[in-house]
């Protein structure tokens, strides 16, 4: 079936000229801010690697920096002509497959970060102009290869900045500093665009029930249009276009669909209060509440009323239940109700009716322990006044008060009754009275306690039953394993210049570093023990190098029985039977008999007295950072550490090849998480209680305190497979600020009355 062709108006032709245009104005602002930023970056204190790449990308830029800056504009105008002459469906033909390259992927994700920049800026003029294209060119939808669309415009800086010559770690280093000069000047480009359409007759006023798609016959009545969650634009037409190549792009990655859909959520809202209320809701500061609110929110905050004044006195009480919860809401919903009368300004009244509904949705959430959802009620006047202070509380995933409630919940969601943690309840009671000491409940507060809380789940989670020694075996798990590569490496360097015959080098690099690395976690890097094991791997290449010599000959007839001996003691080490042992002596011995008659140069003694130095000091040459993934189980546990791993599971089988996306993913996971686990035909409910210091281990305990080990490949490998799935899909602050804004969608007038 042939594709229609493309109406574009001469007027709509004029439009994206005008646009790019102005888009490219930005080239010169923007070549002297990533200038200052890679100059910037040169400058600052950082790893040997990290200078080399900063140093030789800022070197790169001042070549290339003219060029960027022609190629884009050049490519701009390109994309422009190239669309005018193309058919509605040439660029995106649904059914159409084929292969793309790694590197084009990654550039639309790079580039779809951008436009979700821009999108947040400046989604009411894009949704305008692209009603205004469509009426012209008389279609229904936009080309997604159109370069009014933000995806489309973004990823033309990111594909000039590689053509000339930059890599695309460097762009990875001048994003941020891009993403904040470009939306404005987007921003100012579609404002410009639709002002000339305007000018030119076309839709003068815009008829938002045009927002609805309605397919042909169709009797859908005229509704407001809806939001896209992922993107915080209208749900069809031009922000659909971008959101729905953006998830296809980012599918691999759940934390990437998260973060896009919560920052979707929140920029909804600020939206929301910037066209209801007062563009205050921009600002990142304000005056102070009014005095009477403010008197309000202080009688509010030392009333008993919630029905947990028991508490204040710090007695013990018994469990709350739900008729505690519902009398604390509707306490809420009272205190909201006085608080508002107090506000004096629209700002105000709006700021108290969202902070109360989120709270309310808080208190719904039967996942979380009435007696929790009870304690994190106490936050909302010290809530309201970070509110009230800093409007970004609305729009910022990262505010430290959204954080600790988002950490807080997290930790208890999916709690029952009696297996909830006494000591985790009473760290919330503690972080919630420390904020009600403050008057002037702040940021820095929120901050304070939010780290607090942190280093109380590190000590805590560990801390639980048996959980304390699974730790510590962990440790000595990642810590041999860990020091096993690492010493495999070091030797490798170490022998790369000395004559050892073959076989010794095979024992060396498949046994002795396996010794040297469990004696090192037994007995400690610096233990005699483990140095005497140094010294005979040292004696071994000492005594399979030729001996010319009478003397030399002695000596080795001397020293072999010990160093035979020291050699079974180490295998024993590894728990090596006796026949394993002698496979292992006797292919040495036959070596050593060998070296004994050979009549080559011997190895220099002043290398040897070098090498023995660096064996016995190996640690100090190591890298810091872990290296590759550990070789787990349960068999290799007890022999490493004698201790009975009957109560730990070992995960080191299943999943998928996981991604990079996946195996970010896995690094961020957070301590405390509730997660479903799927193994070994059973699924379970597991809080991620331990990362080692490495990340090469994480540990998850059930309720009932199971522990189950698993390594960082095999973790991003469940996660790719959906084997470990997270129980809160999004964050409690996130959920209830959902909520919130179902509730003023459907009646906009409660903010202010």
């Known amino acids: 079936?042939?594709?229609?062709?493309?109406?574009?108006?001469?007027?709509?032709?004029?439009?994206?000229?005008?646009?790019?245009?102005?888009?490219?104005?930005?080239?010169?602002?923007?070549?002297?801010?990533?200038?200052?930023?890679?100059?910037?970056?040169?400058?600052?204190?950082?790893?040997?690697?990290?200078?080399?790449?900063?140093?030789?990308?800022?070197?790169?830029?001042?070549?290339?920096?003219?060029?960027?800056?022609?190629?884009?504009?050049?490519?701009?105008?390109?994309?422009?002509?190239?669309?005018?002459?193309?058919?509605?469906?040439?660029?995106?033909?649904?059914?159409?497959?084929?292969?793309?390259?790694?590197?084009?992927?990654?550039?639309?994700?790079?580039?779809?970060?951008?436009?979700?920049?821009?999108?947040?800026?400046?989604?009411?003029?894009?949704n305008e102009l692209r009603l205004r294209i469509q009426h012209l060119e008389r279609r229904q939808e936009m080309s997604r290869n159109d370069i009014l669309l933000p995806e489309v415009a973004s990823r033309v800086f990111i594909e000039q900045w590689i053509a000339c010559g930059m890599t695309r770690d460097a762009w990875l280093l001048i994003q941020d500093t891009v993403a904040t000069h470009l939306p404005q000047t987007m921003l100012e480009a579609y404002e410009a665009t639709n002002q000339f359409l305007v000018a030119s007759g076309v839709m003068k006023e815009i008829d938002l029930q045009s927002l609805v798609r309605r397919t042909p016959g169709s009797r859908t009545e005229p509704r407001p249009p809806a939001f896209d969650e992922s993107t915080g634009s209208r749900s069809s037409g031009l922000g659909s276009s971008v959101s729905e190549e953006t998830r296809m792009m980012t599918g691999t990655s759940p934390l990437a669909r998260a973060k896009m859909r919560a920052q979707g959520v929140v920029g909804r809202l600020k939206r929301l209060l910037m066209d209801h209320v007062s563009s205050d809701f921009e600002a990142t500061q304000v005056l102070p509440p009014s005095p009477q609110l403010q008197q309000a929110m202080a009688r509010s905050a030392a009333s008993p009323s919630m029905g947990i004044g028991l508490y204040r006195s710090g007695g013990s009480a018994a469990p709350m239940d739900a008729v505690d919860v519902e009398r604390t809401a509707s306490a809420l919903r009272q205190r909201a109700a006085e608080l508002k009368q107090a506000a004096s300004t629209p700002t105000e009244k709006a700021t108290v009716e969202v902070v109360a509904l989120m709270f309310q949705s808080i208190l719904a959430e039967e996942r979380i322990p009435a007696t929790v959802r009870v304690w994190f009620a106490r936050l909302q006047i010290p809530v309201l006044r970070v509110a009230l202070a800093?409007?970004?509380?609305?729009?910022?995933?990262?505010?430290?008060?959204?954080?600790?409630?988002?950490?807080?919940?997290?930790?208890?969601?999916?709690?029952?009754?009696?297996?909830?943690?006494?000591?985790?309840?009473?760290?919330?009671?503690?972080?919630?009275?420390?904020?009600?000491?403050?008057?002037?409940?702040?940021?820095?507060?929120?901050?304070?306690?939010?780290?607090?809380?942190?280093?109380?789940?590190?000590?805590?989670?560990?801390?639980?039953?048996?959980?304390?020694?699974?730790?510590?075996?962990?440790?000595?798990?990642?810590?041999?394993?860990?020091l096993s590569v690492q010493y495999t490496i070091e030797l490798r360097k170490l022998l790369d210049d000395v004559p050892v015959r073959e076989e010794i080098r095979s024992f060396l690099f498949k046994v002795w570093v396996d010794v040297l690395a469990v004696a090192s976690v037994k007995h400690g890097l610096k233990s005699e023990e483990t140095q005497v094991l140094k010294q005979v791997a040292s004696d071994l290449l000492w005594a399979a190098g030729a001996k010319p010599s009478r003397n030399d000959r002695a000596r080795v007839i001397q020293q072999l029985p010990g160093i035979l001996q020291r050699l079974r003691q180490g295998m024993g080490l590894l728990g090596y039977p006796q026949s394993l042992q002698d496979q292992h002596i006797k292919s040495i011995s036959d070596t050593l008999a060998d070296a004994f008659m050979s009549r080559t140069e011997p190895i220099a003694q002043e290398k040897l007295d070098r090498l023995s130095q660096r064996l016995a000091n190996l640690e100090d040459y190591l890298p810091q950072d872990g290296v590759g993934d550990l070789d787990l189980d349960a068999e290799s546990i007890e022999m490493i550490t004698g201790v009975d791993a009957s109560n730990i599971e070992v995960i080191n089988s299943g999943g998928s090849k996981p991604s990079e996306a996946m195996r970010q993913w896995a690094q961020e996971l957070q301590i405390g998480a509730w997660f479903g686990l799927d193994h070994a035909s059973k699924l379970v409910n597991v809080q991620l209680a331990w990362r080692s210091e490495r990340g090469q281990i994480c540990m998850f305990v059930t309720h009932s305190g199971r522990c189950y080990l698993i390594q960082a490949q095999r973790l991003a490998a469940y996660l790719q497979a959906g084997l470990l799935v997270p129980t809160e899909e999004e964050a409690l602050t996130v959920r209830a600020t959902r909520d919130a804004l179902e509730r003023l969608d459907a009646n906009p007038a409660r903010l202010l009355a």
Not at 31 to 52: F, K, N
Not at 416 to 431: Q, Y
């Open 390 to 482: 800093e409007p970004e509380f609305f729009s910022a995933l990262q505010h430290p008060a959204r954080k600790l409630i988002d950490r807080m919940g997290s930790c208890v969601m999916g709690f029952e009754s009696d297996v909830a943690s006494t000591a985790l309840e009473a760290e919330i009671k503690r972080v919630v009275q420390v904020i009600e000491q403050y008057p002037e409940t702040g940021r820095r507060v929120f901050q304070l306690v939010y780290d607090e809380f942190e280093k109380f789940l590190s000590s805590h989670l560990r801390g639980q039953g048996n959980v304390s020694k699974v730790v510590s075996v962990a440790q000595q798990v990642e810590q041999k394993e860990t």
């Open 1 to 126: 079936m042939s594709l229609p062709q493309q109406n574009t108006s001469p007027l709509a032709r004029q439009a994206r000229e005008l646009f790019v245009v102005r888009v490219g104005r930005v080239m010169p602002d923007l070549v002297t801010a990533v200038q200052g930023r890679l100059t910037e970056l040169r400058d600052q204190m950082c790893s040997p690697l990290e200078a080399t790449q900063r140093r030789e990308a800022w070197m790169t830029f001042q070549r290339v920096q003219g060029q960027w800056a022609e190629l884009t504009r050049s490519a701009l105008h390109d994309a422009y002509r190239n669309f005018s002459t193309q058919s509605a469906g040439a660029a995106s033909q649904p059914g159409k497959l084929e292969l793309v390259d790694d590197s084009i992927v990654n550039d639309q994700i790079v580039a779809s970060r951008l436009a979700m920049r821009v999108l947040d800026k400046s989604s009411r003029e894009i």
